[in-house]
């Protein structure tokens, strides 16, 4: 489960990556997501589906990331608690770095962490619970 997990993990940090170049597949990105999930943060809990909706938001979020001058979003470490055979929560530490004008980039460290179902063989990402993004994100002077 751990080696199933950490792959998708580098996927998602590579989707990411392209996705702040603007050269991002949506249909790709999705691919790491189950049929439904749910969201957890401050703003409160979201479910939805995997559909066009979500590719929309998706997009839209990126161009948000490149907008406030995100350069990178690299995975730090990844922990992982195994619920039974086919679940777990993949506990995600992430940096990213901004680019801020007249003022050198700053990098910073959060948690997300993960609800995540395997079937097939394949680990898919079906919820997330995180902390307040943009809140972090403000002290920093970003965005």
Request: hydrophobic letters at 40%; one cysteine or more; a negative charge.
């Amino acid at each position: 489960m751990e080696a199933r997990v950490k792959k998708l993990f580098d996927r998602y940090e590579l989707l990411f990556k392209k996705s702040l170049g603007g050269d991002v597949d949506m249909d790709e990105v999705a691919s790491v997501y189950a049929s439904a999930f749910i969201a957890a943060s401050p703003a409160g809990v979201l479910a939805g589906k995997n559909d066009d909706q979500l590719k929309h938001t998706m997009e839209q979020g990126y161009a948000r990331y490149r907008a406030i001058g995100t350069k990178e979003m690299r995975v730090r470490n990844i922990g992982i608690s195994p619920i039974d055979e086919l679940h777990c929560v993949a506990h995600v530490a992430w940096s990213s770095t901004y680019a801020r004008k007249d003022r050198p980039d700053v990098v910073i460290d959060f948690d997300v962490h993960y609800l995540v179902q395997i079937l097939d063989g394949e680990p898919k990402i079906f919820g997330w619970v995180s902390g307040d993004e943009q809140e972090l994100l403000r002290k920093h002077g970003i965005g």
